[in-house]
Each structure stands twice: as C-alpha cells, then as structure tokens.
C-alpha cells in the first residue's frame, strides 16, 4: 500500500481563512518531502518542499511544518483564494534505491467566496 | 523556459491497441519519471530514467516499457491495451535522480474503450 496518506479528504474554507492540510507518511527513512497543487485536468503543479533536517520553510502565502517524531506534514495556506482551490497532495522520497516519489490520495481545498 | 511537455494531449483507443507517449523534459534536466494518475488518486510511479537508463520501476506489468532517448526525452509504451489502464499519464522531470525536486507536465488523457 502507499506510505503517503492524509487526514482530510476534503476542506472547505471561506475565502480569507487561513488552510491547513494534513499528511501522514509512514516510511521514517523519507528525507525529502514535497507538497503539490493538482488542478482539475492539468498536472502537479510544485508549491513547496521541505528536507527532513528542517521542521520549517515558508514560501509565498504557504508554509511547510514536519514533525519527524510523529511522520507528519502540514502545509499552511495564509488569507486562501478562490485560485488556492484544487487538490493538494503530498508526496515523499523514500531514499535509498528509490527514485521516485511516493504519493497521497490527495486532499480537495474548495474557496468559498 | 518551457515546461515539461507531453504529447498528444488526449487520445481514445480500442482494447488491445499499442499507444506511444511522449515526454520532452525541462532542458537540462536528465532524469525522466512516468506516472499513472486514476481518477479520484494521486499519482502511482511505473518508470524512472536517468541518463538513458532506467533507475526503477513501479508494480506495473511488462506491457508497460520506457526509453530515454541521447536527448533525455522518453516515450512510454502501453501494449495489449485494457480498459483499467483510462488514466492521466503524467511526466516529470528533475536535474539528477533521487531526492530531487520533480515538475510535471500536463499530462496526456488516454481513454480506452
């Protein structure tokens, strides 16, 4: 089965709120992680990564948590956009022979205006 | 910069039918993934290349095959078509193989009927 999961399937937020989106991986020897934005017939679109010796990075509007301890990823959206609404899907490198990332089901933002 | 790109952007086959996609990555990049994106799921891994030559492979069966070209472009090929192989085949490239960032490209809709 995949390693990668998350918690929500879907969230609804009214446009302004702040999002937070949950992942859970399984594999504690995953050193790279990354956060995609899927829209709705187009491909993974890249938003944010984050190496496993950092708990931290933010970019624009978007912030990036992992807590090693308990194999958890949350990606953070600041003052979210009807633009923010798509499916966002965390996905890990397993490392060692593995080149590949290893994804989620993927959780469904929907914006209220 | 151009994207990854894929082509054809959709295509519709019958049973049993052979289909070629093809991959252009982001230039400068050496290393090419395939994925298969069902409806509803998020991305499963079938091939991975890096500089011509293949670096892993997903639990996909043998009618599945990839190649990279000397120009680090790749084709996938599906043999024996069957209907549970309709999804979004995704591309993504990435400068080295491992724990390096991939970026998609569109994607190419294969419907089988």
């Known amino acids: 089965g995949e390693s990668v999961g998350l918690h929500l399937p879907t969230l609804s937020v009214q446009e302004g709120d702040n999002s937070i989106i949950n992942c859970a991986y399984s594999?504690?020897?995953?050193?790279?992680f990354i956060w995609y934005k899927q829209e709705s017939g187009k491909g993974p679109q890249f938003i944010i990564d984050?190496?496993?010796?950092?708990d931290k990075r933010q970019g624009q509007r978007v912030t990036v948590l992992l807590n090693k301890t308990v194999k958890h990823l949350s990606l953070q959206i600041a003052a979210t956009q009807p633009g923010d609404s798509a499916v966002y899907f965390c996905?890990?490198?397993?490392?060692?022979?593995?080149?590949?990332?290893?994804f989620g089901k993927g959780t469904k933002l929907s914006v209220k205006p | 910069d151009a994207g990854v790109t894929q082509s054809p952007t959709h295509l519709i086959k019958t049973r049993g039918q052979q289909v070629t996609l093809r991959c252009s990555p982001i230039?400068?990049?050496?290393?090419v993934s395939w994925y298969q994106q069902v409806l509803g799921q998020g991305p499963q891994f079938i091939f991975q290349?890096?500089?011509?030559?293949?670096?892993g492979r997903g639990n996909f069966p043998d009618r599945f095959s990839a190649r990279q070209f000397p120009n680090y472009s790749s084709e996938l090929n599906v043999n024996a078509l069957l209907l549970g192989d309709s999804a979004l085949y995704l591309c993504?490239?990435?400068?080295?193989?491992?724990?390096?960032?991939?970026?998609f490209g569109p994607g190419t809709r294969l419907t089988v009927l």
């Open positions: 993504a490239s990435s400068l080295q193989w491992g724990g390096d960032t991939q970026y």
């Open positions: 594999n504690s020897a995953s050193d790279y």
């Open positions: 984050i190496r496993s010796n950092m």
């Open positions: 996905a890990e490198f397993p490392g060692g022979s593995q080149g590949n990332l290893i």
């Open positions: 230039s400068g990049h050496k290393s």
């Open positions: 290349y890096y500089e011509k030559e293949e670096r």
